[in-house]
């Protein structure tokens, strides 16, 4: 493996260690690092690759990431770059629940991490003025922008999300003789990933359906749960809470609320939150049982989403050759800044609305803007603040 592959999963590392606030975030630090500093891809590359991870189910800012880590060094690097990725918030988040009732028993406050859910929502804001300023050029980017951005404030439908990008597409592919004919269209396709993914999702329903085990029940919620997911961790919360708070009882509802808050101040995949809500599930079955419900879960609800992103990415490069898909990419990014947009205001409601913390969205947005703050400086100095005052 050449040293750039190495350096590259290097920073990957970093992303996973400092990447905090869910996909919009990360987007903002996948521009400042992956981009601006490193150059693996170009701007508008990495707009396109996030754009066509958000139509597709799954586990967006992975996916992102995956096919970053494909178009650099093929399937092996790509692999690489997924486990690097999940691995740290994933076995946090498994150490966090075999030890949540410990801290639940002790009464010991969260109180410290009050300070990164505002940073957070000023690394979103960051993300959708940077991704706002690269794809809107024309007076349909900005309507595209404005319409996706009240319609994905307003309704929160997992389904929401894929139909506004695929109809913001569908507006400007009507425009595709704008963009230069192309030769050589021809599309390859390789179908083993996408078999896969279907194999995989209807034996694991048939073995959910027919079986007593609890990890093969579980890794089929789980796989279920990552195959009909749009737009990100936010969207696969409530359907937890319903599924195994609710319906199952695999949790409480202080459990699972605890879990989340831990998950919100963690860097790296929102979708890690599953291997805490895995380890709960399986705590009758002891310590072994508990990692064991981890490793399922997270399989699971990461599983679907590289299948597809696998399948698709090795044709994406040929699909986009042709003027209407090329044309309808305008549109597919203008409905992706304006849903960035909306997240920046969404993840500002459950937080206290005080000037300290207005302030702090703020300041966190103008230290991105104006200064080369690394951000994992800011993260911790958040933290540090959390713990002195």
Known sequence: MSLRYYIFLKDILVLALTAFGGPQAHIAMMFKLLVEKRRYITEQELIELNALCSVLPGPTSTQTL??????????????????????????????????????????????????????????????????????????????????????????????????????????????????????????????????????????????????????????????????????????????????????????????????????????????????????????????AGQFLGSFVATVGIFLPGTFLIFFVIRFWDELKKYRVVRASLEGISAVSSGMVVAAAILLYHPIENTFLNFGIVVATFCLLMFTKTPAPVLILTGLLLGFLL
């Open 66 to 287: 995956t096919a970053i880590g494909f178009k650099i060094g093929g399937p092996n690097l790509a692999y690489l770059t997924l486990l690097v990725w999940i691995l740290p918030a994933a076995t946090i988040m498994a150490l966090a629940a075999v030890t949540i009732s410990y801290l639940q028993g002790q009464g010991i406050s969260l109180g410290f991490l009050r300070y990164i859910q505002p940073m957070a929502v000023g690394f979103v804001a960051y993300a959708a003025y940077m991704i706002s300023a690269k794809v809107i050029h024309t007076k349909t980017a900005v309507i595209l922008m404005v319409i996706s951005a009240i319609l994905a404030y307003f309704f929160h439908s997992p389904w929401v999300f894929p139909v506004l990008l695929l109809a913001g597409g569908a507006v400007t592919a009507l425009r595709f003789k704008k963009h230069p004919l192309e030769k050589d269209k021809r599309i390859h396709i390789e179908w083993a990933n996408f078999i896969l993914y279907v194999a995989v999702l209807v034996v694991a329903a048939v073995l959910g359906a027919y079986t007593s085990s609890l990890p093969v029940r579980l890794f089929e919620n789980f796989y279920r749960n990552g195959s009909l997911v749009f737009g990100g961790g936010q969207v696969l919360i409530p359907l937890l809470y319903t599924e195994f708070v609710d319906f199952k009882g695999y949790l409480t509802g202080e459990e699972f609320l605890s879990g989340y808050a831990i998950a919100q101040a963690l860097p790296g995949p929102t979708f890690s939150f599953t291997s805490f809500v895995g380890n709960l599930a399986m705590r009758d079955y002891g310590i």
